[in-house]
C-alpha cells in the first residue's frame, strides 16, 4: 500500500491481487453497449486498485484530480512495460 500527503489529503493507495469479488466486473460489463470487448476484459482482470481520500469535507474536485492522476500513472506504467517486452 502507498499512503502519502497531498496538500492536506491523505491518499491511500493499494493493489488488491484478485478479481473483483462476486463477478461484479464481469457482470456490469455486459451492459457496457458502447465497449464491445467489456465482457472479455472484465473475465481476463486479476487484480484491481482500491483508493481512499481522507481530509476536509468538500474534497469533491481535488480527490477527482488525484485519482485521474492514479490511473493515468497506472496506464503510462502499463505501456511501457508492454513496449520493454
Given at each position: 500500500?502507498?499512503?502519502?500527503?497531498?496538500?492536506?489529503?491523505?491518499?491511500?493507495?493499494?493493489?488488491?491481487?484478485?478479481?473483483?469479488?462476486?463477478?461484479?466486473?464481469?457482470?456490469?460489463?455486459?451492459?457496457?453497449?458502447?465497449?464491445?470487448?467489456?465482457?472479455?476484459?472484465?473475465?481476463?482482470?486479476?487484480?484491481?486498485?482500491?483508493?481512499?481520500?481522507?481530509?476536509?469535507?468538500?474534497?469533491?474536485?481535488?480527490?477527482?484530480?488525484i485519482?485521474?492522476?492514479?490511473?493515468?500513472?497506472?496506464?503510462?506504467?502499463?505501456?511501457?512495460?508492454?513496449?520493454?517486452?
Amino acid at each position: 500500500m502507498l499512503v502519502g500527503n497531498i496538500g492536506d489529503i491523505m491518499v491511500a493507495v493499494a493493489l488488491m491481487p484478485a478479481p473483483i469479488p462476486n463477478n461484479e466486473a464481469v457482470e456490469n460489463a455486459k451492459t457496457n453497449y458502447r465497449w464491445p470487448d467489456a465482457v472479455k476484459v472484465a473475465e481476463e482482470h486479476k487484480a484491481h486498485i482500491f483508493s481512499f481520500f481522507i481530509g476536509r469535507a468538500r474534497l469533491n474536485r481535488r480527490c477527482k484530480v488525484i485519482y485521474k492522476d492514479c490511473i493515468s500513472t497506472y496506464k503510462t506504467r502499463k505501456i511501457v512495460q508492454e513496449l520493454m517486452s
